[in-house]
């Protein structure tokens, strides 16, 4: 089954000292929300070109899983987090895949 859409979750969270606990809250988090959503699987980076910024991405097989997803209110981060993070959310649809050369 390939991906056909993909939720991304972009956080901004300013406050150095914030990372590591939002680091941890994200490894009890995105289990859930992976099962929650329904998603294929998921996984989560840290910006290297600014290191306030963190995304997580969770693959689904239809625009409409991701679309159903994207419709989950999120109040556990807003309670968690509030002020100190902030974030958007986004669907895109996959329109070209290439195979992996070597």
Same mark, same amino acid.
């Given at each position: 089954m390939s991906t056909q859409a993909l939720l991304i979750v972009h956080a901004e969270v300013p406050n150095e000292v914030d990372r590591a606990p939002f680091d941890k809250w994200y #490894?009890?988090?995105?289990?859930?929300?992976?099962?929650? !959503?329904?998603? &294929?699987r998921a996984w989560r980076t840290w910006s290297?070109? #600014?290191p306030s910024k963190h995304t997580a991405f969770y693959e !689904?097989?239809? &625009?409409?899983?991701?679309?159903?997803?994207?419709?989950?209110?999120?109040?556990?981060f807003d309670a968690t987090w509030g002020l100190r993070a902030t974030r958007t959310r986004d669907v895109v649809e996959v329109v070209q895949r290439l195979p992996i050369s070597n």
């Open positions: #490894d009890r988090h995105m289990p859930d929300a992976l099962r929650v !959503f329904g998603a &294929l290297r070109t #600014d !689904f097989p239809s &625009l409409e899983a991701a679309n159903a997803a994207i419709q989950s209110p999120g109040t556990e």
